[in-house]
């Protein structure tokens, strides 16, 4: 099995300031958001601040396809998508949830965090999935403690989800990060039959629930990047990158 990176407590004071910033990010993006803004509006923005702040984007040019680079500062989803929407012309309307993902790479350690806001008015049934979705990831952090492993976080996330009566995404997962984007080890937010890795105090996750309001199967648009519902019923993603401590784990992302 690969080995997770522990951080040192120098590392672990460069993180919190990436993820201090991904953190403004969102909250700044939460203000702006409302019916008729274009979600290219919102881009522009959070790449204008987060290079402001001396840093860089994390997600702008990440992929393994050289061809299909991921070309924005933001995912961007919206209703039944659930990750990876390419920021454009498309306008939010009333009534919409859209779900926004942010990276931050600042002195060499990445920060990452995704939190899904309501546009407008939306419905008692997109009220309750954008709850349930922020809850189970609150149940799951509070499984990311020393000598715990990855299947009880996967484990607190998936009960919660499905005792609700929602689905968990499958074919996606939450992930180590540092100074890389995707770090060991992976986080599933569903039970497979391994307990996964043994938590240590100094390892850093992105802990990231997708949630969708009926199936959990996904399908993967021919853009190569957008991932939505297969049936195109809405999905909520909030994320947050956690310290594991001696004792209760820390937010970095709050």
Not at 112 to 127: C, E, H, L, S
Not at 234 to 240: G, K
Request: proline share 5%; with cysteine.
């Amino acid at each position: 099995m690969a080995k997770a990176t522990i951080k040192s407590p120098a590392e672990i004071s460069r993180m919190r300031e990436s993820c201090k910033i991904v953190a403004e990010v969102l909250r700044m993006l939460k203000e702006m958001i409302r019916p008729g803004i274009t979600t290219k509006e919102l881009d522009n923005f959070a790449e204008e601040y987060i290079r402001s702040q001396e840093s860089e984007p994390a997600f702008k040019g990440y992929g393994s396809d050289k061809k299909n680079l991921f070309p924005a500062t933001l995912c961007v989803s919206i209703d039944d998508e659930v990750v990876h929407g390419i920021p454009g012309s498309r306008k939010l309307h009333d009534g919409e949830i859209v779900a926004i993902d942010v990276g931050v790479k600042k002195n060499g350690f990445y920060g990452d965090g995704a939190w899904t806001f309501p546009v407008g008015n939306i419905t008692d049934d997109k009220i309750r999935l954008l709850e349930i979705t922020k809850r189970s990831l609150i149940e799951g952090i509070k499984q990311a403690r020393h000598g715990n492993h990855v299947r009880d976080i996967s484990a607190a996330v998936q009960s919660l989800i499905e005792k609700e009566g929602f689905s968990v995404v499958r074919d996606l997962v939450g992930h180590g990060v540092g100074r890389q984007l995707h770090e060991e080890p992976p986080i599933p937010n569903f039970v497979d039959s391994a307990a996964g890795m043994q938590l240590q105090k100094g390892m850093t996750l992105a802990i990231e629930p997708m949630v969708n309001f009926g199936t959990y199967r996904v399908k993967v648009d021919s853009d190569g990047w957008t991932v939505r519902t297969a049936d195109g019923l809405p999905s909520a993603h909030f994320e947050h990158t956690v310290l594991i401590t001696d004792n209760d784990p820390e937010i970095l992302t709050l």
